[in-house]
């Protein structure tokens, strides 16, 4: 199963993934696409570890997650990607719109031959205020357009808020 869980900042979609994870009974690698880039960032990095068990593998890849997840998949492993918006924001920072291109097509290219359980956290980005600046306004456009063709393809989306979940596709939590 592929699914996607969207929610804003806290709303607690990335403590529902790691819970549909531990309860999938399948070997869990965590897949981190942050850098700490700074002081906050790292300690939400830290928090974020914290919260993970231990026996969980970790992939902290900022860039290539098609590569990552076509070399990780296995139908005994549940992936969980934490999260998509961060990895596209890492593209996006690269200032190279070639190489965004072919990420997310690499990425919705390999989507559905990957086998095992794959969830798929993201920040939903598009309810809020139209950002003022160029980068912001690509940023929120880039991933509504993901989210789209993620939810597209899964055949669970979540959407997140304030800790509970509201199922948009497929079946019941």
Same mark, same amino acid.
């Not at 996607?4 to 806290?10: E, M």
């Not at 559905?112 to 939903?124: D, M, T």
């Given at each position: 199963?592929?699914?996607?869980?969207?929610?804003?900042?806290?709303?607690?979609?990335?403590?529902? &993934?790691?819970?549909?994870?531990?309860?999938?009974?399948?070997?869990?690698?965590?897949?981190? /696409?942050?850098?700490?880039?700074? =002081?906050?960032?790292?300690? $939400?990095?830290?928090?974020? $570890?914290?919260?993970?068990?231990?026996? #969980?593998?970790?992939?902290?890849?900022?860039?290539?997650? !098609?590569?990552? =997840?076509?070399?990780?998949?296995?139908?005994?492993?549940?992936?969980?990607?934490?999260?998509?918006?961060? #990895?596209?924001?890492?593209?996006?920072?690269?200032?190279?719109?070639?190489?965004?291109?072919?990420?997310?097509? &690499?990425? =919705?290219?390999? @989507?559905? !031959?990957?086998?095992?359980?794959?969830? @798929?956290?993201?920040?939903?980005?598009?309810?809020?205020?139209?950002? =003022?600046?160029?980068? /912001?306004? $690509?940023?929120?456009?880039? &991933?509504? #357009?993901?989210?789209?063709a993620l939810a597209e393809r899964c055949q669970r989306v979540v959407f997140t808020v304030a800790?509970?979940?509201?199922?948009?596709?497929?079946?019941?939590?």
């Amino acid at each position: 199963m592929h699914e996607l869980i969207l929610g804003g900042a806290r709303s607690g979609k990335s403590h529902l &993934a790691e819970r549909l994870a531990l309860e999938s009974g399948l070997a869990v690698t965590y897949i981190a /696409t942050s850098e700490p880039l700074d =002081l906050e960032m790292g300690q $939400r990095i830290a928090h974020h $570890r914290q919260r993970r068990p231990v026996h #969980w593998q970790l992939i902290e890849e900022p860039l290539q997650l !098609a590569k990552v =997840l076509r070399d990780n998949a296995a139908p005994e492993r549940c992936l969980l990607v934490d999260c998509l918006t961060l #990895w596209l924001s890492n593209l996006l920072m690269l200032n190279d719109d070639e190489r965004l291109q072919h990420e997310i097509d &690499a990425l =919705l290219a390999c @989507f559905e !031959a990957l086998p095992g359980r794959i969830i @798929f956290v993201s920040n939903e980005t598009g309810l809020g205020v139209i950002p =003022l600046g160029e980068l /912001t306004r $690509r940023y929120v456009d880039q &991933a509504g #357009w993901l989210h789209q063709a993620l939810a597209e393809r899964c055949q669970r989306v979540v959407f997140t808020v304030a800790g509970l979940p509201m199922l948009l596709k497929g079946a019941a939590l």
